[in-house]
């Protein structure tokens, strides 16, 4: 079956590092860039930005840009998504999904079940 | 970047009857739209893609259509598991954007 795990759900401090992981067979990985939505409380999706997984490239949308950091390990078919100083507002739902190429950029056909994260002092 | 607008907010449908959703994108996306379908702890499942093609294994009571800035999702006779969160996405401009979901309950 064609899935993507993701790591289980995490409570937090503001100011606190966090690093949560997307796990997925070889075969889902290969060729394909590999992303991170956001579902805040209540709220619609936000797309993140992606990861290749073939070389670790990556592309974030300008909204978080600079906020966290997309990262690779080929040798275990995962990808990471990691914050440096969660703030109280980084409390989501995070999703991995499966971008694939269409028209000029993708959409997602793979999604993970998501990582719930909740920063509260 | 590209607005996504999804009407209505929220939804009332008996089962068995037909839903119509809309998604208005705040500059031209081509054909290039998804519409995804979201439940409370589940993995979310990409329904269309293209605005018109059915994913794997989605049924044909789903159905997409539109182009430019005008979409429409479809779901006729509604199954009680169709009662979800809708929510479409523009691939057309960077970065893709995604509205702020339909919201399909049971009347």
């Known amino acids: 079956e064609v899935q993507l795990v993701q790591s289980g759900a995490e409570v937090k401090k503001p100011g606190e590092t966090l690093k949560i992981s997307c796990q997925g067979s070889?075969?889902?990985?290969?060729?394909?860039?590999i992303g991170w939505v956001r579902q805040m409380p209540g709220q619609g999706l936000e797309w993140m930005g992606m990861v290749f997984h073939g070389d670790s490239d990556t592309r974030y949308s300008p909204s978080f840009e600079g906020q966290v950091t997309m990262s690779a390990d080929r040798s275990v078919t995962t990808i990471y998504l990691q914050w440096s100083s969660l703030k109280a507002s980084d409390t989501a739902v995070y999703y991995c999904a499966r971008h694939v190429a269409s028209g000029n950029y993708y959409y997602m056909d793979v999604w993970g079940e998501g990582t719930k994260v909740t920063v509260s002092s | 970047e590209t607005v996504m607008t999804q009407s209505p907010a929220t939804l009332s449908v008996s089962p068995g009857e037909r839903a119509t959703l809309s998604c208005w994108a705040s500059q031209s996306v081509s054909t290039n739209l998804a519409w995804y379908q979201l439940k409370p702890g589940q993995t979310p499942r990409l329904l269309i893609y293209g605005a018109s093609s059915r994913a794997t294994a989605i049924p044909a009571r789903f159905s997409g259509s539109g182009s430019g800035t005008e979409f429409t999702l479809t779901i006729t006779s509604l199954q009680s598991e169709d009662f979800a969160v809708y929510s479409c996405q523009q691939y057309n401009n960077w970065p893709v954007t995604f509205g702020q979901g339909t919201k399909v309950e049971i009347k």
């Open positions: 070889r075969n889902i990985f290969t060729g394909y860039w």
